[in-house]
């Protein structure tokens, strides 16, 4: 004898199975049997909810990010003064802020950190009292047990000053992954995972500051699985023509390829022993620069010279493809290829490709 859904049900132990085959209704399973959480499509509500953002068309409530830049690109000194403007509850550069604490992991360079803060609140006539500063180093590569502070610390600030803490900073990934190969996904995975526990346990956006590679078109250094990872990337650069902060990654707004100028103005904060003047720098709106041209097929190139420098050997053209994707599209990969072979930066031969300098 046949059988048919309602004797699998009984058999698996589904109570309630519902099936109407003449009108092709899906079948509705209880979720408490189900190992995992699952939405249907045909149940969501008409009314779209926009994604919350912590800083307007830039960062949202309890994501994630990475911005990355060359040194002394003015990175660190932007980052800090959007954290700032979240303290505040003010506007940053034409943005809207949604108001929080801020909590920023200086392992780079603390007192650094602190005179910039004396600048912009010299500078801008302002206290900032909900930004709170770690000067402890961490590392988020050996050991669950810095995670574990940070999540502590957060939670401990919050009953005490009783204000939500909305963002974290960490400066810099390097400095928090000691330890760790920045080209190897099995190490910079596991920094990953302690960077999204942080952030999900205390319902905070977690703001990585990145270097760029040695390539600097190649964007930011290291493992690629980073930006996969995360939310939001943003590129901070430094030309002749101005510094620019360009949104390169936005997975929930549309705000991508989005161009914020900026300049840095020298505050003095008092003087040196040998008399000469002491000072630090704030952020000041500027006109971004117009995009160089042929950025896109430059920074292909980069990143692919920077990935096959990082190998011990030649790779196969197909996994150089298959290592970019998510990131760019399998012909701009092909076209690049073939652009640094005929530019002696790539050795071929037989389908595997390898750096000049490494096959000499």
Known sequence: MGR??????????????????????????????????????????????????????????????????DSNSGKTFFVIDMAAAVARGAEWL????????????????????????????????????????VENAVNLFDGDGDTEAIIATVRQLEASRRTKVRLIVGDTLARMSAGANENAGQDMGRVIERFDRIRTECKAHFLLIHHSGKAVAAGARGWSGIRAAVDTEIEITDGPTGRCAEITKQRDLSTKGERIGFRLTAITLGETKWGSPATSCVVEPSEAPERPKGKASNATEGAIAEFLASQSGGVKKMDVVRHFDGRYAKGPVYRALKKLVAAGAVHEAAEIVCIARAAA
């Open 94 to 133: 034409g943005k809207r802020t949604e108001p929080g604490m801020v909590l920023y992991l200086a392992a780079e360079s603390p007192e650094s950190v602190k005179a910039r803060l004396q600048a912009y609140q010299r500078h801008h006539q302002a206290v900032v009292p909900n930004f709170a500063i």
């Open 4 to 69: 048919d859904i309602n004797d699998f049900a009984i058999d698996n132990g589904v109570k309630a199975v519902q099936l109407a085959v003449t009108n092709a209704r899906p079948i509705t399973i209880p979720a408490a049997s189900l190992p995992l959480d699952v939405a249907f499509a045909h149940e969501l509500s008409d009314a779209y909810e926009p994604p919350d953002e912590l800083v307007q068309g830039l960062l949202t409530v309890g994501g994630a990010s990475v911005l990355y830049g």
